[in-house]
T-cell receptor, first 119, second 118 residues
Framework: AQKITQTQPGMFVQEKEAVTLDCTYDTSDPSYGLFWYKQPSSGEMIFLIYQGSYDQQNATEGRYSLNFQKARKSANLVISASQLGDSAMYFCAMREGPRVEAAGNKLTFGGGTRVLVKP | GAVVSQHPSWVICKSGTSVKIECRSLDFQATTMFWYRQFPKQSLMLMATSNEGSKATYEQGVEKDKFLINHASLTLSTLTVTSAHPEDSSFYIC??????????????FGDGTRLSIL
């Protein structure tokens, strides 16, 4: 079974509107971290936001927020007020392991969602 | 600015040659570096984890003799694709983590290397 599932291969969003990117995960480890990365066509991976399994509040970073529903094992990314520069691939990723030891644990990536922002 | 530098960004070479890709952490010591491979329109697949001063840990299905990884210092890891063939053509990207213990520290990625084998 896949550990990280992104069910939306691609989506269009109108400029200035909000968009939600789905991510569900599968782990039996009580300690884990969830990350979202943006990959423009140039290829670099840009870190957007992080949510820890023990975090009580949903993470927010500027226009990015994470809708973390632990019981449902979902960590959806919400991008508010979409901009043309938001057009890119978006990857959800998970790191498993205890908080201290997680420093070296590998990331498992989902299949990605391509977002195209329309003017 | 970039905290992880990857070089070269683009390589085109003949089949049978070996290609070395460098990944450097610029302003922190990276005890662990990761090498990923990405095919067009696909996700990142972890190839191996390299720890400074020890042998790399390869993922299942990755040929150790084909993809040589060296992490000789806290700021440099190299991936050498030996005797490259057209099927090795791909986008290779590295990432690095520092010595911080906190799990919320993200991996910093290099800009990737597009490898094309003719």
């Amino acid at each position: 079974a896949q550990k990280i599932t992104q069910t939306q291969p691609g989506m269009f969003v109108q400029e200035k509107e909000a968009v939600t990117l789905d991510c569900t995960y599968d782990t039996s480890d009580p300690s884990y971290g969830l990350f979202w990365y943006k990959q423009p066509s140039s290829g670099e991976m840009i870190f957007l936001i992080y949510q820890g399994s023990y975090d009580q509040q949903n993470a927010t970073e500027g226009r990015y927020s994470l809708n973390f529903q632990k019981a449902r094992k979902s960590a959806n990314l919400v991008i508010s007020a979409s901009q043309l520069g938001d057009s890119a691939m978006y990857f959800c990723a998970m790191r498993e392991g205890p908080r201290v030891e997680a420093a070296g644990n590998k990331l498992t990536f989902g299949g990605g969602t391509r977002v195209l922002v329309k003017p | 600015g970039a905290v992880v530098s990857q070089h070269p960004s683009w390589v085109i070479c003949k089949s049978g040659t070996s290609v070395k890709i460098e990944c450097r952490s610029l302003d922190f010591q990276a005890t662990t570096m990761f090498w990923y491979r990405q095919f067009p329109k696909q996700s990142l697949m972890l190839m191996a984890t390299s720890n400074e001063g020890s042998k790399a840990t390869y993922e299942q299905g990755v040929e150790k003799d084909k993809f040589l990884i060296n992490h000789a210092s806290l700021t440099l890891s190299t991936l050498t694709v030996t005797s490259a063939h057209p099927e090795d053509s791909s986008f290779y990207i590295c990432s690095a983590r520092g010595t911080l213990k906190y799990s919320n520290q993200p991996q910093h990625f290099g800009d990737g290397t597009r490898l094309s084998i003719l």
